[in-house]
């Protein structure tokens, strides 16, 4: 039997991390519909919560070992690089509010009309060149922060999948399928197909919340 390295133990304790961070990224995700908050301020709160979740899957898939060449966690699972989870734009938008506030001030002036908090489609606010600060169509999962539009619901299905592509992995060293070492130098895994399909991990995640 292969002895297990600290190095092994910190593969296996990032995996689990990222299965629970992407758990919890789904709650948040399920209280983005309005009538399942308590008011406006639950949904976007629940938006900054699920967006800061997935930003600690990203964060927890692009952490690398002291190899060379160094190998990350995302490798290990097959995540690539060009995941939807690592799009950082919306992320860095509500990090460095302070800078964006700043920045968009200046390019649309005082004299713009703005809409801060909003539900619905924009449709709905017949308000000439109003600047959407923040605001969340439920109907199209499109959370828009300062007239940019990112869709939740795509980065949701990304989530669910690396989700259950975690959970395979645990699974399987659970059940030996697989043993240490979990890092090989040789090459980068291909991509993994989850044994559970995201629309079973949504039922899951439904069955447990």
Avoid at 11 to 40: C, W, Y
Avoid at 168 to 187: A, K, L
């Amino acid at each position: 039997m292969t002895t297990r390295t600290p190095k092994d133990f910190w593969v296996e304790m990032s995996i689990r991390e990222i299965s629970t961070q992407a758990h919890f990224a789904g709650i948040a995700f399920s209280h983005l519909d309005p009538k399942a908050a308590a008011n406006n301020d639950a949904v976007f709160s629940s938006i900054h919560s699920f967006l800061s979740h997935c930003a600690m899957v990203s964060k927890m898939l692009a952490a690398k070992d002291d190899g060379k060449p160094p190998k990350s966690i995302g490798d290990v699972l097959g995540v690539s690089c060009t995941s939807l989870i690592h799009q950082r734009v919306f992320r860095n938008h509500l990090e460095h509010y302070d800078e964006r506030l700043k920045a968009w001030i200046k390019k649309y002036a005082l004299k713009s009309m703005i809409g801060t908090y909003n539900i619905g489609p924009k449709s709905a606010m017949q308000i000439p060149d109003l600047v959407f600060v923040s605001h969340y169509d439920p109907a199209s999962g499109i959370f828009t922060f300062v007239n940019d539009n990112f869709d939740l619901t795509m980065m949701f299905a990304e989530v669910q999948r690396i989700q259950a592509m975690a959970d395979d992995w645990v699974h399987c060293i659970e059940t030996g399928q697989t043993s240490p070492p979990f890092i090989h130098r040789r090459n980068i895994m291909p991509a993994r197909q989850p044994r559970h399909s995201a629309e079973e991990t949504a039922r899951r995640h439904d069955e447990i919340t």
